[in-house]
C-alpha cells in the first residue's frame, strides 16, 4: 500500500508537509524522505506502561492495533509486575529518559525508525516526557506525515492526579504542540486548560483551546456530565479553515463497576479507526464505544461468575477480557450512534 501522501504527490496533488521537506531539503533528505514514506505503512511507536500480567498501557493497547492492521512497536515507560490497583503493590522498574533515546537511536542506526504514528500514554517523569518531545520531533523529520497521538495520562474524576504537577507545564508547551491528535478524559482537559467542565459547552470551550495549541482532533474520551451515563466527545478542525469544526457526541451506558486499562484501549481503537476511516470522527466514536462495550461487558460478567454470588472481584478478575473479545475488536456491532453537535 502506498502511504496517502506519497499516493497524492504521485497523482499531482502533493500533500503540504511532504512537499515542504522535499523542496527545502537536499537531494539526499529528498531520497531518505521518499524512502521511508514509502515503507512506513501502518506502523505504530507505542510508547507507554507495560505489566507482566493483566491489561494496561501497551497491554491493553498492542493486540487490538494489530487485530486492526497496524505493526506495533513497543516501548515501556514502565515495567511492573501488575497494575497499581492489586493489594499487594507493584514490583518493577521505570524507564529513564537516557534508555529512551538509546532505544531510538538503535532503531534509527538500524534504519527502521520510520512509522505511520506514535502514540504516548503513562509517563511518570518530567524528563522522560521532555525527551519524548524531542523523540516526536526526530520522528517526525523522518516522515512528515507521521501522527502524533497523546494521551495526557495524568489522573481522573475519582483518584486525582497521579503524576508529579511539573508534568503539567510540559503537556501545555512542548507536547500538545507536536500532538495532531489527542485524547484527554474530563479531569486532564480542565489541568491542560485551566477551566472547569461542568456542561456540555464548557466542554466544547476547552477543547476549542487544545485546538488553538494546534491539535487537530479532540477527543474528550469520558465526561461525567451526567449522572447515569458517560458523555464522549470528538472534534476535529478544518485544516483549511480553522474556524470550523466537525463536532459529535455519544452516551455510554455505565457499568456498576470500575475498571483499568479502558483509558489506554479507547486511545488505541479510536487511533485505529480514525485511521481506517480517513479521520471521520463519528465513525471512529461508533465503533470504538461498540467494542469497548463488549469488552467492558464481558469482563464484568466473567469476573461476577468468577467471583461468585455476592462476592466482590478481585483486581484479577477485573482484568479486560481483550482475547475473548477479538471479534468484536476486529467487526464491531454499532448499537449507540454519535449525533451531530451544532
Given at each position: 500500500m502506498?502511504?496517502?501522501?506519497?499516493?497524492l504527490f504521485i497523482s499531482g496533488i502533493p500533500s503540504y508537509s511532504l512537499t515542504r521537506s522535499l523542496l527545502s531539503g537536499t537531494s539526499t533528505n529528498q531520497t531518505i524522505i521518499l524512502k521511508a514514506m514509502h515503507e512506513v505503512g501502518d506502523r505504530i511507536l507505542s510508547i507507554q506502561s507495560h505489566v507482566v500480567s493483566g491489561y494496561v498501557g501497551n497491554k491493553s493497547a498492542t493486540f487490538p492495533l494489530q487485530l486492526l492492521g497496524f505493526e506495533v512497536d513497543a516501548i515501556n515507560s514502565v515495567q511492573f509486575s501488575n497494575h497499581t490497583g492489586y493489594a499487594h503493590g507493584i514490583r518493577g522498574q521505570v524507564l529513564g529518559d537516557t534508555d529512551l533515546w538509546d532505544l531510538i537511536?538503535?532503531?534509527r542506526i538500524n534504519e527502521i525508525d520510520s512509522y505511520s504514528h506514535?502514540?504516548?500514554?503513562?509517563?511518570g517523569s518530567p524528563s522522560f516526557l521532555v525527551k519524548l518531545a524531542e523523540v516526536v520531533k526526530t520522528l517526525k523529520v523522518k516522515n512528515p506525515d507521521l501522527v502524533y497521538v497523546c494521551d495526557p495520562v495524568m489522573g481522573d474524576?475519582?483518584?486525582?492526579?497521579y503524576v508529579p504537577e511539573t508534568l503539567l507545564p510540559i503537556y501545555q508547551n512542548q507536547i500538545l504542540p507536536l500532538a495532531d491528535i489527542c485524547l484527554p478524559n474530563q479531569f486532564e482537559i480542565e489541568?491542560?486548560?485551566?477551566?472547569?467542565?461542568n456542561t456540555?459547552?464548557?466542554?466544547?470551550?476547552?477543547?476549542?483551546?487544545?485546538?488553538d495549541l494546534g491539535v487537530g482532533t479532540v477527543i474528550l474520551s469520558s465526561t461525567e456530565l451526567a449522572k447515569d451515563r458517560l458523555i464522549a466527545i470528538a472534534s476535529t478542525r478544518d485544516r483549511e479553515d480553522p474556524t470550523r469544526c466537525q463536532r459529535y457526541k455519544i452516551e455510554i451506558p455505565k457499568f456498576p463497576a470500575a475498571f483499568v486499562g479502558t483509558g489506554d484501549l479507547f486511545t488505541a481503537l479510536s487511533t485505529a479507526w480514525l485511521r481506517r476511516s480517513g479521520n471521520d470522527v463519528k465513525m471512529s466514536l461508533e465503533k470504538t464505544i461498540a467494542t469497548m462495550q463488549v469488552v467492558l461487558g464481558r469482563t464484568l460478567e466473567q469476573a461476577q461468575k468468577l467471583a461468585?454470588?455476592?462476592?466482590?472481584?478481585?483486581?484479577?478478575?477485573?482484568?479486560l477480557k481483550l482475547i475473548q473479545s477479538k471479534e468484536a475488536i476486529e467487526t464491531p456491532v454499532v448499537s449507540i450512534s454519535a449525533t451531530k453537535i451544532t
Open positions: 502506498i502511504p496517502r501522501s506519497i499516493a537511536e538503535g532503531l506514535i502514540i504516548n500514554g503513562y509517563i474524576m475519582g483518584p486525582g492526579l489541568l491542560l486548560t485551566g477551566m472547569k467542565v456540555e459547552s464548557e466542554a466544547l470551550e476547552a477543547m476549542g483551546k487544545v485546538h461468585g454470588e455476592g462476592n466482590k472481584p478481585t483486581a484479577h478478575q477485573m482484568e
